[in-house]
């Protein structure tokens, strides 16, 4: 429990760093996974689970759906932009503060990930999911890679960075959680569900090393300590992992797990 707050406290003090960084990316890994819905979403009431700063929300908007709920364990994700997006509570994945049948859709990008047992996150979103509705989920594959994760950690190892109990925990945890076929499907039977899984690659050709320093910059597990750095030596450490990195990187092509099922 005490990591499930470490979590959220760190999702909180990054907030609008997102959106400056990763935003771009999981924006359109949000459209990818909403794409993929069994069932249309036009005029659907949907609930997005671990929101953040609601890239789910305005992809399923954007694919027609007729008013959206937020849920996340941090306040301070749900609260960037707050007056520019539907309704939203602060609550747990695996307890969610909503009736049963409450939503005609619900979904979930990169969040479940972070639980301990996944199952039991899709097991509330059929809960809160009519029957018939369409339950969607991202997380990240196993072959998810980049070089820019080493250059950046590298480089803020270099100014006295620890990755917090928290992140040590659900890094470890990935190797046992929702990062393969094997635990998609393993999840989606535990929660009751005839799921499809499968493994997306979604290229970013438009990104450029000074991009995917951001990106990585903005994560949770980092930005909070960013934060604390006076301006010139943010820029220092953006510059350094650039250096590291190289100017000409390989392109990013994000691998991820998506779980789509219709609520029985
Ligand atoms: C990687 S971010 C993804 C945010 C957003 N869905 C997106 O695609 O940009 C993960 C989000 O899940 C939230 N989260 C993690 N564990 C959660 C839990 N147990 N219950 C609710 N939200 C959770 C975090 O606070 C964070 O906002």
Redesign the pocket.
């Known amino acids: 429990m005490a990591l499930?707050g470490d979590?959220?406290a760190a999702?909180s003090a990054t907030g609008g760093a997102?959106q400056q960084g990763?935003?771009r990316i999981?924006d359109r890994?949000?459209q990818v996974l909403v794409a993929g819905s069994p069932v249309p979403l036009e005029g659907a009431r949907v609930l997005?689970?671990?929101?953040?700063?609601g890239?789910?929300t305005r992809a399923v908007l954007a694919a027609g759906a007729g008013a959206v709920v937020a849920?996340?364990?941090?306040f301070g994700?749900l609260a960037h932009h707050a007056a520019d997006r539907p309704p939203a509570a602060a609550?747990?994945?695996?307890a969610l503060p909503f009736a049963d049948d409450a939503f005609d859709a619900a979904v979930a990008?990169?969040?479940l990930n972070?639980?301990p047992g996944p199952a039991a996150g899709l097991r509330e979103m059929a809960r809160v999911t009519r029957r018939g509705g369409a339950l969607l989920v991202a997380s990240y594959a196993a072959d998810d890679a980049h070089p820019v994760k080493a250059a950046v950690e590298a480089a803020l190892s270099a100014r006295g960075w620890t990755p917090d109990p928290w992140y040590v925990t659900m890094r470890a945890g990935a190797t046992a959680g929702l990062a393969t076929m094997e635990h998609g499907n393993a999840a989606a039977a535990a929660a009751g569900l005839d799921a499809s899984v499968e493994v997306v690659h979604v290229p970013f050709p438009d990104l450029d090393a000074h991009d995917l320093v951001e990106w990585r910059l903005g994560l949770?597990q980092h930005a909070p300590f960013v934060a604390r750095l006076p301006p010139a030596e943010r820029d220092a450490l953006a510059a350094d992992a650039v250096r590291r990195l190289g100017d000409r990187p390989p392109p990013l092509i994000r691998s991820i797990l998506v779980v789509t099922a219709v609520s029985p």
Do not use: I
């Open positions: 499930t979590l959220a999702y997102w990763p935003g999981y890994l949000a997005d689970v671990g929101a953040g700063t890239a789910a849920v996340d364990a941090a994700m609550g747990d994945a695996v990008a990169f969040s972070h639980l949770a």
